[in-house]
């Protein structure tokens, strides 16, 4: 009994059955091996390893008493740590223990059946670390699998020493593929008809496995650098593109800074009476997914007058929070307005502007008196763009290496190594503004993105990370000033050579897999009922290819198989028994290159075969399809088989 059976023209279904239960087991394992301790994955591939030599080299196998005393002590130690951890990591770390642990046993049906329901538990962790489009393709697979391989444990059952043709083998195996293929719609109606919830039951499962933005109720100098070289996403945009200038992000403000860090002081949140929106502008329409980190603001384009989602907040500031951190991945709609006349902001006037003058004690002497050179004796918009313009004039260069790191590193970034990333030139300006009376703030968020054009979307990455300045002017309220230099590379052009065309197709299912399948909610259901009523009141033949929304695009492309399959079983229904078989001698003759001849009878196309054994075979197949044809009695299915047995020998 070795591997190799499978590949020789017969096959013994005992191997057959551990080849998929093997299968079954890795593709399980591959769902989370990437979001578990390393450790763990390690012990997997070893006991797995140790199993398959086992079964297939020396048939040796561990006491199920030892086997049931070490899972025993396994579950101990994972519930420990349920206790001091969060819940899915260690448990899914068990089970894929466990899962690899019962193959060191002999298995019996019960066995097998307990394989592939271990399997399905580590499959349902992997949802609870990571929900993406991969979790769908391992669930497809692990489906049809499992279907095919409860077939299989079928025929082990009743005949553990069976050993079948690799034809037959071939035929239950497409057989069995009927199973899981039935099931789809059924499934799909399930899907689309069953009532949804915008509460996560399971949302306490996955408590502490949480991804990171960088961005919290603080930034130190030199934080952004770490995040800027995280090419991950952050989130993504539906909407129209907008010009590159107006691709500010916001996140949080920032207004308290002791020398060193800045700190977002507690906000207040506006009345619902006074939610006006600004004057003027262009008005931007979004849909953002967020991916989960461990803070509750939600970043909007600058600046956001509406947003639609439960329990967000638009603070005075233009910051949107929710009460709890962002734990799994959420959907939100945001209206913003850009390019706002400068002097129609009057939500955002400042109570108290003492608070945003606050300066850090002990503010270097250097850094106040050029603060006064360059601003004293001009206006406030002047002594703004004065600052703007000297940070830009050339004496400071953008970087993210050796980037000061002293107790003073404000000083040292202006007079000493004049280099810096974006947090060094957003908090200079905001300092020397502020020592010069003008409040001002520090904002963090994300600056540009790349446009979708297949999604019609903007994918926002870590590398984004971006801190900006606004200060605030009589008469024109609080405006964005970004001191950043430009880098010498366009960052747009850097972005897209990062992404390649297939990273970008990925993205793309994977973004329409998160909004048409993750999200789909009660609303979505409503929408949906509402259209089809209305088209079975009002009915309109005007399909419009162009108006077909590219998510619709890609369901329909995934059930197009589906659809192919079973117009060709319809088909085949509709061609009698006889037929196919006949077509299918012609056919296997064929390709050992023997062509029937218009004229030429059956018997007489056989006879002129040279391969004795491939004409004894043939016309065995000849005499008794035409026993049963010319007698006209029925094509039973024992007959039927015989006859697809003659035909099998034909291609060996």
Request: with cysteine.
């Amino acid at each position: 009994m070795t591997f190799e059976a499978l590949f020789k023209p017969h096959i013994r279904i005992e191997s057959a059955v551990k080849i998929t239960a093997y299968t079954i087991a890795l593709i399980a394992f591959f769902s989370v091996f990437t979001h578990i301790s390393p450790i763990f994955p390690a012990a997997f591939i070893a006991l797995l390893a140790l199993s398959f030599y086992f079964d297939f080299k020396k048939p040796v196998h561990i006491s199920r008493l030892v086997i049931n005393l070490i899972s025993i002590l396994v579950i101990a130690v994972s519930v420990y740590r349920v206790m001091t951890e969060d819940i899915v990591e260690p448990s899914v770390e068990a089970l894929i223990i466990l899962l690899a642990m019962k193959f060191l046993e002999a298995k019996k049906f019960r066995d097998y059946m307990q394989i592939y329901l271990i399997s399905v538990f580590v499959l349902m962790g992997s949802a609870l670390l990571s929900i993406d489009f991969t979790f769908f393709l391992f669930f497809v697979i692990l489906f049809f699998l499992i279907a095919e391989s409860i077939v299989l444990l079928t025929y082990h059952t009743e005949a553990p020493e069976l050993i079948i043709e690799r034809a037959a083998f071939l035929k239950i195996i497409k057989r069995a593929i009927l199973i899981p293929l039935a099931s789809i719609p059924l499934t799909v109606a399930i899907f689309m008809i069953l009532p949804r919830t915008n509460y996560q039951f399971l949302r306490f499962l996955n408590h502490g496995h949480v991804g990171k933005s960088g961005f919290s109720d603080s930034i130190a100098l030199g934080s952004v650098s770490s995040i800027q070289l995280d090419v991950s996403p952050v989130f993504r945009a539906s909407m129209e593109p907008v010009e590159e200038e107006h691709l500010y992000w916001r996140g949080i403000v920032l207004d308290h800074f002791d020398g060193t860090t800045w700190k977002s002081n507690l906000r207040e949140y506006e009345k619902p009476e006074n939610k006006d929106t600004l004057q003027g502008g262009k008005t931007v329409l979004q849909t953002i997914y967020l991916q989960p980190y461990d803070n509750k603001f939600l970043f909007t384009l600058d600046r956001p007058v509406s947003v639609t989602y439960r329990g967000a907040r638009i603070s005075t500031d233009f910051t949107v929070s929710v009460r709890d951190s962002v734990k799994t991945m959420i959907r939100y709609d945001v209206i913003s307005k850009v390019t706002v006349p400068q002097n129609s902001n009057t939500r955002s006037v400042p109570d108290n502007l003492n608070r945003y003058l606050q300066l850090p004690d002990g503010v270097p002497e250097q850094i106040t008196s050029l603060s006064k050179s360059l601003t004293d004796g001009r206006s406030t918009d002047d002594a703004i763009k004065t600052v703007y313009r000297y940070l830009h004039s050339g004496l400071f260069t953008y970087s993210l290496d050796k980037l000061p790191a002293t107790d003073t590193p404000l000083s040292d970034f202006l007079f000493k190594k004049r280099s810096g990333n974006c947090e060094y030139f957003a908090s200079a300006m905001a300092l020397m503004l502020r020592a010069a009376g003008i409040p001002a703030n520090v904002i963090g968020g994300y600056r540009g993105g790349m446009y979708n054009n297949v999604g019609k979307y903007y994918i926002v990455l870590q590398k984004n990370a971006h801190v900006w300045v606004e200060a605030y002017i009589n008469g024109k309220g609080w405006v964005r000033y970004d001191p950043t230099p430009p880098l010498s590379v366009n960052p747009l052009l850097a972005e897209k050579a990062e992404f390649s065309a297939y990273r970008l197709l990925a993205d793309s299912i994977n973004y329409y897999w998160n909004s048409l399948v993750i999200n789909y909610n009660f609303d979505k259901q409503l929408s949906i009922f509402n259209k089809l009523r209305i088209a079975i009141e009002k009915p309109v033949f005007n399909l419009k290819i162009k108006e077909i929304h590219p998510g619709w695009f890609f369901l329909y492309l995934a059930l197009l198989p589906i659809v192919f399959f079973a117009a060709y079983l319809l088909l085949i229904k509709k061609t009698t028994v006889e037929a196919r078989l006949i077509s299918e001698f012609y056919l296997r003759l064929n390709r050992r290159g023997f062509v029937k001849k218009e004229s030429e009878g059956l018997q007489e196309f056989v006879s002129s075969i040279d391969d004795k054994q491939l004409k004894t075979h043939a016309m065995r197949f000849v005499m008794e399809f035409q026993q049963i044809f010319y007698k006209d009695t029925k094509f039973t299915a024992d007959k039927v088989r015989l006859l697809k047995d003659i035909l099998s020998s034909l291609a060996a």
